[in-house]
Structures are given as structure tokens and as C-alpha cells.
């Protein structure tokens, strides 16, 4: 393991002679955090891109090390562009925790399958999403935000809510929804079978999304299954 930001002769040398690079890119306390009295710190991003020395870091190890996997540590969205498509893997971790690392290895080594799913869209770059103004005390932004504008604007992001991608490949069958859920009803329930074509046990958590005519339930645009 490198505990470092950027690659010295003989760290390029270890990175180049290893079966596989896996890359801990992400945000730390100096980018974003709650504001607690007494404690240095906190603060709202300036925008969604990674520092420029993890960016510089990625494109160090992908030079001499054409297997990388880029691990993702983050609350919020993160914008990966242009990097990504340099890179064949990577995964967004979020804040995993004590016993993140355990489960990062195991998800990497295929003890267990990657099922979740974005809870939000990843943009190519922070102009395809509304004017982000973190110094102003008063502003006010529609309901158009997130997914819904970039729907609205007909900009497509790099990963869209609901993305996920797994270890094996899933068929879903007997597909249902009821005909009419009412004029109150917001949530559609829709079951399915999902049928995974791998020898070893695998789960998936596919999502169904779902419109609704109620302005009432305009922000909540998915179910999951």
C-alpha cells in the first residue's frame, strides 16, 4: 500500500510490477464537512470536481498501470469526467465507515456483488446542473434540480440516477403493476423475479421508475423493488 498523493520513481516501479492499481480518491475534511464549535473545519463545496492532485494521482497510476480501479469517497455526488473513461473500473463508496475497508475488499474480490444504486446522477461536469451559490444568505432555486433538471434540460449525465452495475448479468420476469393506484396514491408497487445467470450467489436490487401527474409527489420520482 501507497499512503501518498503522488508517485516518486519507485512508486511508479511498485505500481507498474502489481496485478491491479486500486486508487482512494475522494473528499476529505478541507472539502466538505459540518461546522461544529471548537473544531476547525466545515464547509460547503465550491464545486463537484475531485482535487486536482487526486485527478493528477489517477492519471499518474492509469500511465504506467493499464488495470486501475478508482475507489470513490464521497457524500454527495462527485464528478469522475474526464478521468472515467481512462479507468476500467470504478466504484463510489460514499463515507463506508469503520469496516469499509472489509467490505470494499470483499466487493473487489467477489465475496459479494455490487447491487446498489445511484441515489442521485452524476453530471459530466457541474455546468449541466443549476448555478450553485454557496456564498449568498438568500436564493432561491425551482424544483427543477438534480435529475429532474437534467431531464428537463435534455442534458444526459455520466451516471444516471438509479446506475449500478454488477458482476453478473440479471433477467427480470413476470414483470407486473397494478392497472390504476388512485388519485392519491403516489407510489406504483411493481414485483418482478430477478433470475441471475452466475454460478455463485449473487443479489440485485433493481429500481422501477415511476411518473406522477400530483404536484404533490413530483420529488419522489422512484421506487425501488
Known amino acids: 500500500a501507497l499512503a501518498t498523493d503522488t508517485l516518486d520513481a519507485t512508486a511508479q516501479t511498485t505500481v507498474a510490477n502489481a496485478?491491479?492499481?486500486?486508487?482512494v480518491v475522494g473528499l476529505t475534511a478541507e472539502d466538505e464537512g459540518e461546522y461544529i464549535p471548537l473544531f476547525p473545519g466545515g464547509a460547503d463545496r465550491e464545486d463537484l470536481n475531485l482535487?486536482?492532485?487526486?485527478?493528477?494521482?489517477i492519471e499518474q497510476v492509469r500511465a504506467v498501470q493499464p488495470r486501475v480501479v478508482v475507489l470513490v469517497e464521497g457524500g454527495s455526488a462527485v464528478v469522475m469526467d474526464p478521468w472515467i473513461t481512462d479507468v476500467p473500473a470504478a466504484m463510489m463508496i460514499w463515507y463506508p465507515g469503520q469496516s469499509g475497508g472489509t467490505a470494499v475488499a470483499e466487493a473487489l474480490w467477489g465475496d459479494l456483488n455490487p447491487s446498489g444504486k445511484l441515489p442521485l446522477s452524476i453530471p459530466t461536469d457541474g455546468?449541466?446542473?443549476?448555478l450553485f451559490d454557496n456564498v449568498s444568505t438568500d436564493i432561491t432555486y425551482s424544483d427543477?434540480?438534480?435529475y429532474w433538471h437534467l431531464e428537463a434540460v435534455g442534458a444526459t449525465p455520466r451516471f444516471a440516477f438509479g446506475h449500478g452495475v454488477s458482476y453478473t448479468t440479471f433477467a427480470l420476469e413476470n414483470l407486473s403493476a397494478?392497472?390504476?393506484t388512485g388519485a392519491?396514491?403516489?407510489w406504483a408497487r411493481r414485483s418482478s423475479s430477478p433470475s441471475p445467470f452466475s454460478p455463485r450467489r449473487r443479489t440485485a436490487c433493481p429500481r422501477a421508475p415511476t411518473r406522477s401527474t400530483s404536484p404533490a409527489s413530483r420529488a419522489?420520482?422512484?421506487t425501488s423493488m
Open 144 to 146: 427543477l434540480h438534480g
Open 127 to 130: 455546468g449541466q446542473l443549476p
Open 178 to 180: 397494478p392497472a390504476s
Open 184 to 186: 392519491n396514491a403516489p
Open 220 to 222: 419522489s420520482g422512484t
Open 19 to 23: 496485478d491491479v492499481a486500486v486508487v
Open 51 to 57: 482535487s486536482a492532485e487526486h485527478v493528477a494521482l
